[in-house]
């Protein structure tokens, strides 16, 4: 049996990765700054702040794992582009690897962003699009991968960067896009929007985890996409959104200002997902936004109870 340490286990991403892994047969160890209730059954839970280089050389050392998921990192809406704490991870996350490799770890996957590409945007190739990041957040990710990338060569150690794109579904944090849209519609608010003609990369969170836990599975190293290969205006999202809620007429188009600096499109060459990883998404966005618009009615049910 596999042994697996995965960080930031109980935030957006990792919640849905742990189930695949336990499914898989890895013997799984998730890490988390929280106190919280465990929100996957069969892996075993560890409190942490891994911002302390202590607690990372004890986890290690209590685990000792083959294989690292490194999810853990700054995500709060609205603060983490330029948040200070970016910085701090960077080192951490290296402190983090070399504990890693003390205990005879063997590979690990770690996430970056799209943010690290050049911001003129476009479709972004692995090795062909210019890594020119402009937020503190996109510049720490990409310092962080230059300094693991050298670490792991270094070291012999396998190692892949996996490069999210855009993300929905349940148990995103309600700040994160499109929750404030979904929130105001399903209060019959009006419901302020960009112009929607911004074209993106979105992908259901249940395909990024399959994405993720097959790339753990697999001897695929480097720097690899993470999108559907399906963009789609913004307009296209939120449309669907709306129709699921009947408040197509709450959607206020234009009414939140974009940057001049923003990219019109930004997505994903999935060339090497697709054929060297042999991934490809699974829920159409049809399905995965009823799903999301369902979960959101089913939370606030409860929440009213």
């Avoid at 409190?47 to 700054?74: G, K």
């Avoid at 490799?101 to 770690?110: A, C, D, K, L, T």
């Avoid at 206020?252 to 499109?265: I, L």
């Amino acid at each position: 049996m596999q042994r697996i340490l995965v960080t930031g286990a109980s935030g957006f991403v990792g919640r849905y990765c742990l189930p695949q892994l336990v499914a898989s047969g890895w013997e799984v160890h998730a890490v988390s700054s929280g106190a919280g209730v465990p929100v996957s059954e069969g892996a075993m839970w560890h409190q942490a702040d891994l911002l302390d280089s202590a607690n990372a050389e004890r986890i290690m050392a209590q685990t000792r794992p083959s294989h690292l998921l490194h999810l853990a990192w700054c995500t709060t809406p609205g603060r983490f582009w330029h948040d200070e704490q970016n910085l701090a991870w960077v080192e951490a996350s290296v402190a983090l690897l070399k504990a890693f490799h003390r205990v005879g770890g063997r590979r690990v996957i770690m996430v970056g962003t799209c943010a690290e590409y050049d911001s003129t945007g476009g479709v972004c190739h692995e090795t062909a699009t210019p890594l020119r990041p402009n937020t503190t957040y996109g510049r720490s990710k990409h310092a962080l991968h230059m300094n693991a990338d050298a670490y792991c060569q270094t070291y012999k150690l396998s190692f892949a960067w996996a490069r999210l794109f855009y993300m929905y579904g349940p148990h995103a944090h309600p700040q994160r896009f499109p929750g404030q849209i979904i929130a105001a519609l399903r209060r019959g608010e009006p419901a302020p929007c960009s112009h929607g003609n911004q074209v993106r990369d979105y992908l259901y969170i249940d395909d990024v985890a399959t994405a993720l836990t097959q790339l753990v599975m697999s001897d695929l190293e480097g720097s690899i996409n993470v999108a559907s290969g399906f963009p789609i205006p913004l307009a296209m999202l939120l449309d669907g959104i709306a129709k699921r809620l009947d408040g197509e007429h709450l959607l206020q188009w234009g009414q939140v200002p974009t940057a001049e600096s923003e990219p019109r499109v930004l997505a994903a060459n999935t060339q090497r997902i697709y054929d060297e990883l042999g991934w490809r998404p699974e829920v159409r966005l049809d399905d995965g936004l009823t799903r999301l618009v369902d979960w959101w009615k089913r939370r606030h049910d409860d929440e009213s109870a």
